[in-house]
């Protein structure tokens, strides 16, 4: 789809339904002049706001609604509303949402209680706020916006476009894309957990390795990335990460991969491109899941996992497996009252034959 509304150069209030319907390669009907100065749900929407029906009653609900105009499924009908009619309504939301989105709100320029080291390199147009510090030999490329109490170490990177929200902490050596999204209090670059046994003791495993987040990368709040022991923890191109997400060293992260809230990764494990974890997942070190395969939320990842494989279920099999072991389970109470009733049924023949037999 069409690129972001700061690239178009598009301000709430001056948008018309014709240039939406081009950025999301929709179909307009009615008067494409119509103004937009929004996008909300169809119950608190204006006569300047957009709206998004997904499906007919959403459609029926927006048609009586106060909206401007509506985006629609193809197939759909608005009334007599000024429409977009597009194949897919949530990925029109998407580019929608980019044009008259308000983007992160952070005053232009350097806070004067940013502590930028003297050696490192900031682009002028960079936006930094208040109490962020920026260490030696650290690099911070064009457009990046950093919020209030960032920490950058020494000689990490910050490609082009990033956000770093409120006290993201990136490590020293930790390279980080262009237009990488990191949520408030994520940590990028702690040690990974790695330690030996020495006697009674643990002793620590320095970890000297670093992290590297490629371009497109959004990851959530309070999320944690470990640097490697040695050599790199990778988060690949495009992949998406929830809050609350441990990712332990060397893990390597394929591209365009999604990685739902909660779920823990142990170190040296391979994700494919295109993987999918929901909730809660938990992957032992050193597993490698294929690319394409999905884990279902709550699963635990104890062997390797097969391209394209859908799996669930503590250990994770195969999820058909897992759904036969499931209607088993639940069988269960009425299987034991029925083997209750089978004894109770032998011990009786038992006794007509002890009684008859004399014994």
């Known amino acids: 789809m069409a690129a972001s509304g700061a690239a178009k150069g598009f301000a709430p209030g001056t948008v018309t339904l014709g240039e939406i319907a081009e950025a999301v390669r929709g179909e307009v009907r009615g008067d494409p002049t ?15 706001d957009l709206v998004f ?35 897919e309504p949530r990925l029109a939301l998407a580019c929608v949402l980019e044009i008259l989105g308000p983007g992160p709100r952070m005053p232009s320029g350097v806070d004067p209680t940013a502590r930028i080291a003297a050696s490192a390199s900031i682009s002028p147009d960079v936006r930094i706020g208040a109490h962020v510090v920026i260490e030696p030999g650290a690099t911070i490329g064009p457009s990046c916006v950093l919020f209030p109490g960032v920490y950058v170490g020494f000689e990490a990177e910050i490609g082009e476009g990033t956000v770093l929200y409120p006290n993201v902490v990136i490590g020293e050596r930790v390279k980080v894309g262009r237009r990488v999204i990191i949520h408030a209090g994520a940590v990028i670059g702690a040690d990974g957990f790695g330690f030996v046994k020495d006697g009674d003791v643990h002793r620590k495993i320095p970890q000297v390795g670093t992290v590297v987040i ?8 309070n999320a944690c990335i470990d640097r490697a022991t040695l050599g790199k923890t990778v988060i690949g191109q495009g992949t998406k990460i929830d809050n609350l997400v441990q990712i332990g060293h060397n893990v390597r992260v394929g591209r365009n991969s999604i990685i739902v809230g909660q779920t823990g990764i142990g170190g040296s494990a391979t994700l494919g491109d295109g993987t ?84």
């Open 53 to 87: 029906a997904m499906d007919l009653r959403h459609a029926l609900l927006a048609a009586r609604s106060r909206a401007g105009a509506v985006v629609l499924r193809r197939g759909l009908e608005a009334g007599d509303k000024p429409c977009i009619l597009v194949e």
């Open 214 to 221: 490629e371009d497109d990368v959004e990851i959530g709040a």
């Open 34 to 48: 119509t103004v937009i100065s929004g996008v909300r749900e169809i119950e608190d929407a204006t006569p300047g």
């Open 276 to 359: 999918i974890l929901a909730g809660q997942v938990g992957i032992v070190d050193h597993v490698t899941v294929g690319p394409g395969a999905t884990i279902a939320a709550g699963s635990l990842v104890t062997t390797n996992i097969r391209p394209g494989e859908m799996v669930s279920g503590r250990p994770a099999r195969p999820h058909v497996d897992e759904l036969h072991a499931e209607i088993a389970w639940r069988k269960l109470p009425d299987l034991l009252r029925s083997l209750e009733e089978l004894q109770e049924t032998v011990r009786s023949l038992e006794k007509m034959i002890r009684d008859k037999s004399g014994g």
